[in-house]
Each structure stands twice: as structure tokens, then as C-alpha cells.
């Protein structure tokens, strides 16, 4: 089992519509989570935190389950801009006490007119 | 202008050298990190630094090396042991105290 799971997709969706991605994690011991943006041929871009109690950013929320293991995201109002990669990011143990980032392969948003 | 720089952009190298790639920070950051991507997949962890001085394999270190002699910099050599170097390399920092990482603009690897 991979340490951190997306669907790749893609998802492909109209402008305006709500969109959510999930993404699991097999470590219980993880801390710090996270969603990043990746454009095609660029470095991966911090796009939100998420925390326990779940949190928002304009048109995004995220959100995190502990128990189950996954955590979440959602854009509301879809733009043609939001069509990127979303990398799913987990902050894992590693031997020796450190906590490494640990990326999912990632889900491709695909938003047309 | 605070960042972190990744040279060269693009890289091509014949089968059986060995290449260098360059990282360099100014953010003050104490941890490092070399990730690979292939096409259509997530990224992989080469080595990671904690703290200059030290370093730690990561999940396919195999045919690549690095040093850390000083914390603004840590470059990462792919030998001629690495059979399928071809990918997108990205270097990755954080701080102590913060819990994101951020990236250079990676280094574009190409065997020919």
C-alpha cells in the first residue's frame, strides 16, 4: 500500500461547478497535512494547510478525518485557472525521529468553459 | 530576492557520466530535500538533510549522492549507477519552524 493515495483522475469539470478530491494516508503517526498546486512543468506550489478542525481559503476548504485517515478538498466556483495537479502532501515518520514530506501522485482538474 | 535556486534548468547528460545539480537557498532554512518525478507521477524522496553535516537516504537514493557542507547549499550528483536518470528533479527546504516546504524551480534531466 503506497503511503499516500490519490485518484489521479482527471477530473473534468464546467466553470462554476464544486469539485472535491480525496486523499488517504497509511501512517496514524503522520503529522501536518497538506494540498498543493502543481502546473504542468513547474515545482509544486503550497495551496493550503489543513487542519484538524478543517479550514478554508476563499473558494477552497480542506478538511481532515484522523479516525479514517484521508483528508480533503473542495473548490467551490471552479475557474479555468484552477486547472492544475493537486498534490496531496503528509508529513510521515521516518527512522531516526524526522518527519519527511511525503506526496501523493497527485489528481489532475480539468476546468472547461 | 529571498528563494531558492535550482541550476541548470535544463540538463543533458550522456549515458555513463556522472552530473552534478545545484541547490541553493537563502532562506535560512535548516532541512533540505531532492524529490525525482516522472511523468504522470508523484514525487520521490532521493535524500534529505536535516542539518548541515548530515544527510539521509531517502526511498531511491540508489545511483545518487549528495553533501551538505553548508547549509545554504546542497547539490545532487547522479552517478552512471543510476540506470534511468531521465526525470524532473526538485529541491525542497523548510524551516524549523514552519511545517510547509517549499521548492525551487527544478532541473530538467535528460539522457541522451
Known amino acids: 500500500r503506497k503511503e499516500v493515495e490519490q485518484d489521479p483522475g482527471p477530473f473534468n469539470v464546467p466553470e462554476g461547478a464544486t469539485v472535491a478530491f480525496n486523499c488517504t494516508y497509511s501512517?496514524?503517526?503522520?503529522?501536518?497535512f497538506f494540498w498543493y498546486r502543481q502546473d504542468c512543468r513547474k515545482e509544486p506550489k503550497l495551496l493550503m494547510s489543513?487542519?484538524?478542525s478543517g479550514n478554508e481559503d476563499g473558494r477552497f476548504t480542506a478538511q481532515l478525518n484522523r479516525a479514517s485517515q484521508y483528508i480533503s478538498l473542495l473548490i467551490r466556483d471552479s475557474k479555468l485557472s484552477d486547472s492544475a495537479t493537486y498534490l496531496c502532501?503528509?508529513?510521515?515518520?521516518?527512522?531516526?525521529?524526522?518527519?519527511?514530506?511525503?506526496f501523493g501522485r497527485g489528481t489532475s482538474l480539468i476546468v472547461h468553459p | 530576492d529571498g528563494g531558492i535556486t535550482q541550476s541548470p534548468k535544463y540538463l543533458f547528460r550522456k549515458e555513463g557520466q556522472n552530473v552534478t545539480l545545484s541547490c541553493e537557498q537563502n532562506?535560512?532554512?535548516?532541512?533540505m530535500y531532492w524529490y525525482r518525478q516522472d511523468p504522470g507521477q508523484g514525487l520521490r524522496l532521493i535524500y534529505y538533510?536535516?542539518?548541515?553535516?548530515?544527510?539521509q537516504k531517502g526511498d531511491i537514493a540508489e545511483g545518487y549522492s549528495v553533501s551538505r557542507e553548508k547549509k545554504e547549499s546542497f547539490p545532487l550528483t547522479v552517478t552512471s549507477a543510476q540506470k534511468n536518470p531521465t526525470a524532473f528533479y526538485l529541491c525542497?527546504?523548510?524551516?524549523?519552524?514552519?511545517?510547509?516546504?517549499?521548492f525551487g524551480q527544478g532541473t530538467r534531466l535528460t539522457v541522451v
Open positions: 538533510s536535516q542539518i548541515v553535516n548530515d544527510f
Open positions: 532562506l535560512n532554512h535548516d532541512a
Open positions: 502532501v503528509v508529513r510521515r515518520p521516518r527512522s531516526g525521529g524526522s518527519y519527511i514530506p511525503t
Open positions: 525542497a527546504t523548510r524551516s524549523s519552524i514552519n511545517t510547509e516546504a517549499f
Open positions: 489543513v487542519y484538524s
Open positions: 501512517n496514524s503517526a503522520s503529522q501536518s
